[in-house]
């Protein structure tokens, strides 16, 4: 295992920089691959809280599903989120618990070295980019932390609303090609 990153993962396991740590049972840094796809969620639920690992609820096993049909393995990829203790009830996180959660993704990009990065729903959008309101921002060729970076749904919103499907597959597929070099 990478140093900086463990170090990291330790450092987040400890924080107390916004009154998130209190709810905590684990601190979920993130995991997964260097120089590939950087997938940012919003913030842990029950599950990830329980276990410490990012995205292994029913959210997270639609997005292992849709990484597979694109030919991706959730350990081809580096999965993390905004922020990185569960808000009481799985609110949204407010602005200042992100503002403070933060500097830890700044960091994570800059050991994970992404090719490529893609933002899941509109809190990471709005968090990253500055920018939320999805449909707009889907398709489009943006930038984050001087890394290429795309907007897609989060995989909660896809479960609430099937009709989103195909669409959050389409976008996965367009980010595993892109990787690939092949658009
Ligand atoms: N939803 C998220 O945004 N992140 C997780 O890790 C799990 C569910
Ligand atoms: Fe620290 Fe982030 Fe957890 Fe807040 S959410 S306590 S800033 S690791």
Known sequence: MDQPLNRLAEEISSCRLCPLWQGRTHAVPGEGAFGSLFLVGEAPGQRE???GRP?????GRLLEEALLAVGLSRRQVYITNVVKCRPPANRRPKKSEIRACLPYLS?????????????????????ILGQAGLSSLRGKKLASYGIETRVTYHPAAVLRNPALRPLFFADLREASQRLRGQR
């Open 49 to 51: 809280d329980e276990l």
């Open 107 to 127: 960091r994570e990009v800059a050991i994970i070295k992404p090719q490529l990065m893609l933002l899941l729903g509109n809190t990471a959008a709005d968090a």
């Open 55 to 59: 995205f292994v609820g029913r959210a």
